[in-house]
């Protein structure tokens, strides 16, 4: 351990943590700090962006506290809201039209005060699909808002008029806002607690606004952002560090902690080494052995709990030989699941059967699956024209497994595990680690990753069809994160059609019909599903689990 302390002790004689540990200062470690606040732009897929805005701006709604673990972690009810900017609402079914009466007297970090005219701007920023990628418009079209359609990416004048918000967000007075459907969804409200409609400043974000960015992307990405969440931006160095201040006038009241600072930490091992040494409060994304081996210290805490996160291997339909579907199913089989469990996950994990999170509402395991099997995957590739893996040389691109670079230490034992293994099947992998910013922008933009090993991806909306939606609709139909430009029209139409079914049985059987055919075609090689965990000082309470699994700074609080 003497080399542990080694590290943390030079780390801070170096000054990079100075000053970032007082009473009441909150110190987090991570492998990356956030490389934009912007929610509808290129990198909005990478988790290290999330401490950003889900902290300085805050929903109309949220979900309610649920029950407590026996670790100590808060979840939420995923069945119940409550009010946050929005004090109240209703909905009167015969208008397919939402009325929110907003809370009054809520400031922003400069002082602005929050009314309908800030959840106007939200939307149509949204609706303008003027980002690099229009998350904002997608959770307003995943949820029925009238409007917010398809058309909008049109090139022509009908799809500019579009793009403009008319009355079906409506302000009626200055605290009472509302939202009119095109049709009943249950995941309307769900779809208002997620990161990409939290409500913006309008008055600060158009102070920051140009004749050629109207919605102010430049600011977002690269100076701030404004809201009315429980922290302001204080600092932010890229690549560095990432510092916030309490909001004063938070209308929750004030945060336990005043000072946040994210740091910048590349190596998991340095982080496990400061937080031992007490050199900060709290280590992110560390490995599963390091999570083991923390839980055995003195002064920590480690704590989990099942929800969300998973592990694919993306197959671009687009790169060949992966469209192929012979060379996909020879692909899954040759994944040697239990060895990746066991090894990369110290068996803290279990195979992933389906297409969404098991704990979510609507989760089918589908009939068909794909074990490991190295003699199946032989066949299947002599059976597709490539026996022994002869003639895959002729795709060297499609086979650079990609995966994020800061996340070396979670993803590098799967990703050498992987290599190892479909060597013994005739496909030779080339490893290629990318930063995590390029490799966000082609997953979430471009769409053009051939093979992309993915552990941060997850569905924030809880439920079923969310998780299809996002992840596995056509990309022209609104599948935003279908990053393996995955194409079904029977799971395009089946899965709108199931928004709008009020009955949950016939509900569930449409979305299990969708979740079959995913697996028989394998829009990705779903891996593992895998516990989320959390490494703090001892003297650090009130971890929520979220389902973005970001840390929602105002839940933390010092031990008295």
């Known amino acids: 351990m003497k080399w542990l302390r080694h590290v943390a002790l030079s780390f801070i004689a170096a000054g990079s943590l100075a000053g970032a540990a007082q009473a009441e200062d909150l110190l987090i470690l991570s492998e990356e700090v956030p490389v934009s606040l912007n929610y509808d732009g290129a990198t909005a897929s990478i988790d290290t962006n999330w401490v950003g805005w889900d902290n300085m701006l805050d929903p109309l709604v949220y979900y309610a506290n649920g029950a407590v673990t026996?670790?100590?972690?808060?979840?939420?009810?995923?069945?119940?809201?409550e009010g946050r900017l929005a004090e109240s609402w209703s909905f009167d079914l015969a208008t397919l039209t939402w009325t929110f009466n907003l809370r009054q007297g809520v400031k922003g970090c400069d002082g602005a005060t929050f009314n309908a005219d800030d959840v106007l701007y939200t939307f149509a920023r949204a609706k303008s699909v003027s980002g690099s990628s229009p998350i904002g418009w997608f959770l307003a079209n995943t949820g029925s808002v009238d409007g917010f359609?398809?058309?909008?990416?049109?090139?022509?004048?009908?799809?500019?008029?579009?793009?403009?918000?008319?009355?079906?967000?409506?302000?009626?007075?200055?605290?009472?806002?509302?939202?009119?459907?095109?049709?009943?969804?249950?995941?309307?409200?769900?779809?208002?607690?997620?990161?990409?409609?939290?409500?913006f400043d309008k008055e600060t974000m158009e102070a920051h606004?140009?004749?050629?960015?109207?919605?102010?992307?430049?600011?977002?990405?690269?100076?701030?952002?404004?809201?009315?969440?429980?922290?302001?931006?204080?600092?932010?160095?890229?690549?560095e560090s990432f510092s916030l201040t309490g909001n004063p006038d938070?209308?929750?009241?004030?945060?336990?902690?005043?000072?946040?600072?994210?740091?910048?930490?590349?190596?998991?091992?340095?982080?496990?080494?400061?937080?031992?040494?007490?050199?900060?409060?709290?280590?992110?994304?560390?490995?599963?052995?390091?999570?083991?081996?923390?839980?055995?210290?003195?002064?920590?805490?480690?704590?989990?709990?099942?929800?969300?996160?998973?592990?694919?291997?993306?197959?671009?339909?687009?790169?060949?030989?992966?469209?192929?579907?012979?060379?996909?199913?020879?692909?899954?089989?040759?994944?040697?699941?239990?060895?990746?469990?066991?090894?990369?996950?110290?068996?803290?994990?279990?195979?992933?059967?389906?297409?969404?999170?098991?704990?979510?509402?609507?989760?089918?395991?589908?009939?068909?699956?794909?074990?490991?099997?190295p003699e199946k995957a032989k066949a299947l590739l002599a059976e597709a024209g490539y026996p022994g893996g002869a003639g895959l040389e002729a795709f060297p691109e499609s086979f650079k497994l990609s995966y994020m670079l800061e996340r070396e230490s979670e993803m590098g034992p799967t990703a050498t595990i992987l290599h190892t293994a479909f060597r013994e099947v005739g496909?030779?992998?080339?490893?290629?680690?990318?930063?995590?910013?390029?490799?966000?922008?082609?997953?979430?933009?471009?769409?053009?990753?051939?093979?992309?090993?993915?552990?941060?991806?997850?569905?924030?909306?809880?439920?079923?069809?969310?998780g299809i939606l996002l992840s596995y609709v056509s990309a022209s139909k609104g599948g935003i994160l279908n990053s393996s430009n995955y194409s079904s029209d029977m799971v395009d139409g089946t899965l709108y059609g199931s928004l709008a079914e009020g009955d949950n049985a016939k509900r569930n059987a449409m979305l299990a019909?969708?979740?079959?055919?995913?697996?028989?075609?394998?829009?990705?090689?779903?891996?593992?599903?895998?516990?989320?965990?959390?490494?703090?000082?001892?003297?650090?309470?009130?971890?929520?689990?979220?389902?973005?699994?970001?840390?929602?700074?105002?839940?933390l609080k010092p031990v008295k």
């Open 209 to 239: 606004a140009t004749e050629d960015d109207p919605w102010s992307h430049n600011y977002a990405n690269n100076e701030g952002i404004a809201g009315f969440g429980a922290y302001c931006l204080a600092d932010w160095r890229k690549g």
């Open 70 to 81: 026996e670790e100590g972690v808060q979840l939420l009810d995923f069945d119940n809201f």
């Open 427 to 466: 496909i030779d992998l080339q490893l290629d680690p990318i930063p995590q910013a390029q490799y966000g922008d082609r997953e979430l933009v471009k769409k053009d990753l051939p093979m992309g090993l993915t552990a941060h991806v997850k569905p924030i909306g809880v439920d079923a069809a969310y």
């Open 250 to 373: 938070y209308y929750r009241g004030p945060p336990a902690y005043d000072r946040v600072v994210v740091r910048k930490v590349p190596q998991s091992a340095n982080r496990v080494a400061i937080l031992l040494t007490g050199g900060a409060q709290i280590a992110e994304h560390l490995t599963p052995k390091e999570y083991d081996s923390l839980s055995k210290a003195k002064n920590v805490s480690v704590v989990g709990t099942q929800g969300n996160e998973n592990m694919f291997l993306i197959l671009n339909f687009k790169s060949p030989p992966f469209d192929n579907p012979l060379v996909r199913q020879a692909i899954a089989h040759a994944v040697p699941y239990q060895r990746i469990i066991d090894t990369s996950y110290f068996g803290k994990a279990h195979k992933w059967p389906g297409f969404v999170p098991s704990s979510y509402p609507g989760f089918h395991e589908a009939s068909t699956q794909y074990d490991y099997d």
């Open 149 to 199: 359609t398809p058309a909008v990416f049109a090139p022509t004048d009908d799809g500019a008029a579009a793009r403009v918000l008319g009355d079906e967000v409506k302000k009626i007075d200055d605290y009472t806002v509302q939202i009119r459907q095109s049709a009943p969804n249950q995941l309307f409200l769900k779809v208002l607690s997620i990161f990409a409609l939290y409500i």
């Open 513 to 555: 019909e969708i979740q079959e055919a995913l697996m028989k075609d394998l829009a990705v090689v779903p891996i593992l599903e895998f516990r989320t965990p959390w490494a703090t000082a001892a003297n650090v309470t009130g971890i929520v689990w979220h389902p973005d699994n970001a840390l929602h700074l105002f839940d």
